[in-house]
């Protein structure tokens, strides 16, 4: 599996648009910090969290802050069994998306909304990206999140939208560990490298065509 990234080789210059986990040697990676050992609510700023994992999450997170009511989205991964992923080491471990939102101008069921209009949730990742690091997962923290989620899946499945079923993984959620430095807000601090350019920005654009009730 590739790595996204540039590689130099003397007197010229190759530029190799791959997957979301090709080689990024020339950036210095951080700490991976726990974000959330148990499903946190922002009492005092009257905010909450959702963690949603669809593909690279340069993606994931430019869409979900491209959406009124998200004070924030945070790169991560969540959904494996080992402690402390890195972007090398990712383990069984999703690339996950938190995303930080106020209830009041944007619900729930609208950010599954968004989730299920901005990827093919029939597929074991998004294009370029396939493999278990990339799989679609929506984490449920509660029984009221969990029904709401079921609904949703169990109706796209009957309407006859896709010709194949939804695979999407409902999963209690866990643990989210908060990717390096340099992933976030990647897409908008990097508008010119080529994945962004080829993958990240065209699905950002069709997510903003398909939805613009739900943007800033």
Request: overall charge negative.
């Amino acid at each position: 599996m590739y790595r996204k990234g540039v590689f130099f080789i003397p007197l010229t210059i190759v530029v190799f648009v791959g997957s979301c986990q090709n080689t990024m040697e020339n950036v210095k990676q951080t700490t991976n910090e726990e974000v959330n050992a148990v499903p946190t609510v922002y009492e005092e700023k009257d905010l909450d969290t959702a963690y949603f994992a669809s593909g690279c999450f340069w993606c994931v997170e430019a869409i979900y802050e491209s959406i009124k009511g998200v004070q924030e989205a945070v790169s991560g991964y969540s959904g494996g069994k080992e402690k402390n992923p890195t972007y090398q080491s990712v383990g069984t471990h999703a690339e996950t998306v938190q995303v930080i939102y106020n209830p009041s101008i944007v619900r729930f069921n609208q950010l599954l909304n968004a989730y299920y209009g901005s990827q093919d949730p029939t597929t074991f990742g998004q294009e370029p990206d396939f493999g278990e690091h990339y799989r679609s997962i929506i984490f449920y923290q509660n029984q009221e999140e969990k029904m709401l989620i079921d609904h949703y899946k169990d109706s796209l499945n009957s309407s006859g939208k896709y010709s194949k079923p939804v695979i999407t993984e409902v999963k209690e959620f866990d643990k989210f560990w908060k990717a390096e430095d340099y992933h976030q807000n990647y897409e908008r601090l990097h508008p010119d490298q080529p994945y962004v350019r080829s993958v990240s920005r065209p699905r950002l654009e069709r997510f903003k065509q398909a939805f613009p009730e739900l943007l800033k």
